[in-house]
């Protein structure tokens, strides 16, 4: 039996780590505060945007929501963008995508200030993540799965490491964030010549592929630690990973369960880079 990697644990350390920097902040008379733009009412940003506030409030970080219609014009959303850069009581600002087909999403997403960027949304951000300079902050949900490998004491240096995904909102950086941990790092995608036989070699598997269950037990064997980002509904209304959980688990050494594993820690994160930006700023 696998050792599960609980997203709770790792989130209770997070957070009390967050709560120590908030207090060093409020002693300065400095409030840690968390924009939130949101265009229209996908139900996907009700449900995150409900979570992120309640972490905020549990962890004494304060939030202020700007909130457009669906058909807001382009002009109109970059000056909401231009007021929190210029609002020095928001230090991190959350901006929920996709925006609306009539926007250029690029053009909004690089108009925010980068020391406020706490989700990667912005160009000068992925760079911090590629150069290692604090530029931004690394997206939330692969520094999720850093958060976990650290709380659990996995070593990644000199492990094979392999990441199914290469997408910029956890498969590119979740590869360089594994690179900065010394790992030896292969990344597969559709392209790629018999996945199952590349993650096979992998100590360590981190899976974003984007479809439940996707990942079987011909991908994986014995002393493997994997983390699942997925989050998908399957035919029965329940929450499910790109992992198939039941054929997997009794293969590998540990792994992240879904839902309890990397979404769980995820929310901590956000708000971790907010007191991070105000820390930046005033400590």
Known sequence: MAKQLLGKEV???????????VATLNAKGVKPTLGIIRVGERPDDLSYERGATKRCETLGVEYKKYLLPADVSQDELLKVVDEVNNDNNIHGVLMFRPLPKHIDQTLVENALAAEKDVDCQTDASLGGVFTGKKVGF???????????????????????????????????????MLIKKNATVTTCHTRTIDMPSVAREGEILIVAAGRAGVVGAEYVSPGQIVIDVGINVNEEGKLCGDVDYAAVEPIVEAITPVPGGVGSVTTSVLVGHVVEAAMRKFA
């Open 11 to 21: 989130t209770a350390a997070l957070n009390e780590r967050i709560k120590t920097d």
């Open 138 to 176: 690394p997206p939330c949900t692969p520094q999720a799965c850093m958060e976990i490998l650290d709380h659990y004491g996995i070593d990644c240096t000199g492990k094979k490491a392999v990441v199914i995904g290469r997408s910029l909102v956890v498969g590119k950086p979740a590869a360089q």
